[in-house]
């Protein structure tokens, strides 16, 4: 199939440029690659060949492909090489001076029928084309890195860009075999913005001391299906990219609550502390292994006391049955007996309250987090009040590890952690929504194949219950007073009619 785009410039030969490049040859087009400094081009010209040879002798394409495929890639050696392209876009550092500048130099270089595109991350599209004289053509290409194997791409509008400019891009990222999404131009985009919820949250639980990073990283993993804890993931990233971003776009958004960067961050950042390319972030590492603490040991308890389970407890029959199948003696009188381990279920409250609203003693009260079904799980998560007694924790602990089960035991706060998360990442695609940011169909993808979710946001809350999210975050609000746990409008509204997070509005 003919490319879309016969030729093609891509000025930046950094790892984006160069993965552009490599699909780009791939998809048919012929790639005219320039940067301002020509041992970089050459050296990615190398690099991509390279890694078709490495295709080629994994026999994953044809030794007659690999050649083809490097035939197409060329050096340009000046911008005016690129007077030919149907296509230029551009992969050089974010900067919006740079960008500016550079495409008011390409736009009096390319024919009037070309298209300029930015794989700008996190600078507005609008913004960079306002010095342009047909900002009509130009649009944001947003592709992430390792390219050739993340599959999605943010086509973006400004707002003076041509429908027809979107479409094109759009099909052409199909033809490089990947998923294009399309995305107003706002902070962020689709994928940092939707992203925002799983990081910052994680860090304002470690900044209470809840739990400690592995902790929390391993009750991502191991309850709702995170394949790197927020943690772990961030000192992939390192924090040099990832602090930056939350920066940006929380001060984009006028210092919106729901985007507030933390101090842990920036701390860490001050510090060199950035992640596994550095030896050390919030993980130690040796020989590129995070050095991660042990389990607590589950404890040996003498006698188990019987469980009284409130009756306000979420999901409070599988609780129960979940008790039996562990061998507890459940009592079932109104109140607790003196000698019982008091188990509550709330969402979004903390155990204090729950326990001083219920007129329980906070001495022999635990918590569970039973927002997720337990089936699903390979974790529960108990967490204690300040008043909680050891050997009721400790009881507590014994009791939901009695099959094997792993058990984190965290301190008390509003909402547990995967409550927290969940919600702040499903009240944030939601306002995304509201904001008509993108379609949800859209939203899911781009979260899906750009951040690795298990699920995409929306199917979150479908997964887990509109409602149950609400009343977390209702029940957060009034705990903490904070405005970063408001409920988007979307959400309550959906929430309210019993409406699927999917549905698309008529």
Same mark, same amino acid.
Not at 102 to 109: A, D, K
Not at 168 to 183: C, K, S, T
Not at 274 to 291: L, M
Not at 324 to 349: C, H, M, N, Y
């Given at each position: 199939m003919k490319p879309h785009y016969t030729t093609i410039g891509i000025v930046g030969a950094g790892a984006m440029g160069r993965g552009i490049a490599q699909i780009a040859a791939q998809a048919g087009s012929q790639v005219q690659l320039f940067d301002l400094q020509a041992p970089a081009a050459q050296a990615a010209q190398r690099h991509v060949t390279e890694q078709w040879n490495r295709l080629r002798d994994k026999q994953r394409i044809s030794p007659e492909d690999a050649q083809t495929y490097a035939a197409r890639l060329h050096i340009a050696h000046q911008l005016q090489d690129l007077a030919h392209c149907d296509l230029v876009i551009e992969a050089v550092v974010e900067r919006l001076d740079v960008k500016t500048q /550079?495409?008011?130099? #390409?736009?009096?270089?390319v024919s009037s029928s070309a298209v300029l595109a930015t794989n700008t991350s996190s600078l507005s599209v609008t913004a960079i084309a306002a010095g342009l004289k047909h900002p009509q053509r130009f649009a944001g290409f947003h592709f992430f890195n390792p390219v050739p194997l993340m599959k999605v791409v943010e086509v973006i509008g400004g707002l003076r860009t041509a429908a027809a400019v979107v479409d094109? #891009?759009?099909?052409?990222?199909?033809?490089?075999?990947?998923?294009?999404?399309?995305?107003q131009d706002s902070p962020g985009f689709i994928v940092n913005h939707a992203g925002r919820g799983y990081g910052t949250e994680a860090l304002r639980i470690a900044s209470e001391g809840v739990a400690d990073f592995a902790t929390i990283d391993r009750i991502l993993r191991d309850q709702a299906g995170f394949k790197l804890g927020p943690f772990e993931l961030m000192d992939l990233t390192g924090l040099d990219v990832s602090h930056p971003v939350m920066e940006s776009i929380y001060h984009q958004y006028f210092e919106e609550p729901r985007y507030r960067p933390s101090v842990i961050t920036a701390q860490r950042l001050a510090g060199g502390l950035?992640?596994?390319?550095?030896?050390?972030?919030? !993980?130690? !590492?040796?020989?590129?292994? @995070?050095?991660t603490p042990a389990e607590a040991e589950v404890p040996v308890v003498a006698e188990m006391p019987p469980v009284w389970v409130s009756p306000r407890a979420a999901r409070r =029959?599988? /609780? =129960?049955?979940? #008790?039996?199948? /562990?061998? @507890?003696?459940?009592?079932?009188?109104?109140?607790?007996? %003196?000698? @019982? /381990? %008091?188990?509550?279920?709330? =969402?979004?409250?903390?155990?204090?309250t729950v326990a001083v609203v219920e007129r329980l003693d906070p001495t022999r009260t635990v918590g569970i987090d039973m927002l997720v079904d337990d089936a699903s799980s390979r974790r529960r998560v108990i967490a204690t009040n300040p008043a909680t007694r050891? &050997?009721?924790? &400790?009881?507590?602990?014994a009791l939901f590890a009695r099959d094997g089960k792993a058990v984190s035991v965290i301190r008390d706060s509003g909402g547990f952690v995967t409550q927290r998360v969940l919600a702040h990442i499903i009240n944030i695609a939601s306002d995304m929504c509201q904001q008509s940011v993108c379609s949800p169909a859209d939203l899911e993808t781009a979260v899906t194949l750009g951040l690795g979710y298990p699920r995409g946001p929306l199917a979150m809350g479908n997964l887990y219950g509109p409602t149950s999210i609400l009343e977390v975050l209702f029940n957060m609000q009034t705990v903490y007073g904070d405005p970063r746990y408001r409920p988007s409008a979307w959400l309550r509204r959906r929430g309210a009619i019993g409406l699927s997070l999917l549905h698309e509005e008529p």
């Open positions: /550079l495409f008011q130099e #390409l736009e009096s270089i094109d #891009l759009a099909r052409y990222a199909e033809q490089m075999g990947h998923m294009p999404v399309r995305a950035t992640g596994r390319k550095a030896g050390e972030g919030f !993980y130690s !590492y040796a020989d590129g292994v @995070a050095q =029959l599988e /609780l =129960l049955q979940l #008790l039996k199948d /562990l061998g @507890a003696r459940i009592e079932t009188g109104q109140s607790p007996s %003196t000698q @019982a /381990l %008091t188990l509550v279920a709330p =969402l979004g409250f903390d155990v204090t050891p &050997d009721m924790r &400790d009881a507590a602990h």
